[in-house]
């Protein structure tokens, strides 16, 4: 069996329709479980008090946002290779998650930031090329909006999502980029000494597995939404010509 053969629209929604009441039950327990048990049965840290849980949010967002666009990246990589229209739909499914996502990012860290920096924004390196990512995905909605045509469209925004992928690069990168700035390094690391302590770490590990499922699931319902969608438009397009 080739991997190519859920790229039919057909195989595709077969096995979505297979999957997605799975995949949104595990959602529902990882994200609703890692949520309780770092709100509520975790201790305050001895620095930050309890504003450090909204790192059960903030963190697994922050990760999401930069991995759906790299996500989008692959699948208009194979839609301007093999045109495969499939991947051209979960691509522009996903957009609106990973904007999403990043919004509560931003969000969150200005909550977060604001006790230990004093501030709730800073042009650090990592926050202003997040900001910036957040208007990609903008601009990438915006795109596929104003093409009427569905396949210039993809081509379009899947140049976009090339450009565009310099700077979730940057995102995930730039503390080690630069030395510089007021944000921290990674709150997840091989390296113990920046890990965070095992209390929060293991109710954090579930809360990114529930972001991740959560993700899963809106991008098999927007995706199955956008075929079904492209399938009205050809009826109706055949209607329209005989």
């Not at 770092?38 to 922050?62: C, E």
Request: glycine residues 6%; aromatic residues 14%.
């Amino acid at each position: 069996m080739s991997i190519w053969e859920y790229a039919n629209p057909k195989k595709f929604m077969q096995t979505s329709s297979w999957a997605l009441p799975w995949v949104t039950g595990l959602a529902v327990v990882a994200l609703f479980g890692g949520l309780i048990w770092g709100f509520f049965f975790t201790p305050d840290d001895y620095k930050q008090g309890s504003t450090v849980k909204i790192i059960y949010i903030h963190v697994p967002s922050a990760m999401m946002a930069i991995n759906i666009w790299v996500m989008m990246l692959v699948t208009s990589l194979i839609w301007l290779v093999r045109r495969h229209h499939v991947s051209a739909l979960a691509a522009k499914a996903a957009a609106p998650v990973g904007m999403v996502m990043t919004l509560i990012a931003l969000f969150t860290g200005a909550i977060w930031g604001q006790p230990m920096w004093g501030t709730w924004w800073e042009w650090d390196p990592r926050l202003t090329s997040f900001l910036i990512l957040f208007l990609f995905y903008l601009g990438y909605m915006a795109l596929w909006e104003a093409i009427d045509n569905p396949d210039t469209a993809a081509d379009l925004t899947g140049v976009l999502c090339l450009v565009g992928s310099v700077f979730a690069l940057l995102s995930r990168y730039a503390v080690n980029f630069w030395n510089q700035g007021l944000h921290q390094g990674a709150s997840l690391s091989l390296d113990e000494k920046e890990n965070v302590a095992d209390v929060f770490w293991y109710p954090l590990l579930l809360c990114i597995a529930g972001f991740i499922l959560l993700f899963v699931t809106l991008v098999l319902i927007r995706t199955r939404t956008e075929i079904r969608a492209r399938r009205l438009a050809a009826l109706e397009s055949r209607e329209r010509m005989a």
